[in-house]
Nanobody, 123 residues
């Protein structure tokens, strides 16, 4: 499975951005897609995930209510709508896909990763 993320950029605090991630290849094996982020000097952390079968979602507490993850099965794509952005949201954002049967937030359960896209939020 190959993942291609896009949509990062520079935005002022309070603004919005929408990230997209297109999957290709053996997408039939995908069960969950997620977004992770890595800020400078920090470990990569889970942000949000969506189940491919029932569209159930889950978010890290710091973004819940501000970010929305969604998927389009027909396009094999997942999106992350980010509203009310804060400077602490600044990071490289990665989309990832998991073939594990149960939807997961654990980084090591995601086998496929796209190249990151940088989101910079100024204060």
């Amino acid at each position: 499975v190959q993942l291609q993320a896009s949509g990062g950029g520079f935005v002022q605090a309070g603004g919005s951005l929408r990230l997209s991630c297109a999957a290709s290849g053996r997408t039939s094996s995908v069960r969950t897609m997620g977004w992770f982020r890595q800020a400078p000097g920090k470990e990569r952390e889970f942000v949000a995930r969506v189940s491919w079968s029932d569209s159930s979602t889950y978010y890290v507490d710091s973004v819940r209510g501000r970010f929305t993850i969604s998927r389009d099965n027909a396009k094999n794509s997942v999106y992350l709508q980010m509203n009310s952005l804060k400077p602490e949201d600044t990071a490289v954002y990665f989309c990832a896909a998991s073939s594990v049967a149960v939807a997961t937030t654990l980084r090591d359960r995601y086998r496929y990763w796209g190249r990151g896209t940088l989101v910079t939020v100024s204060s």
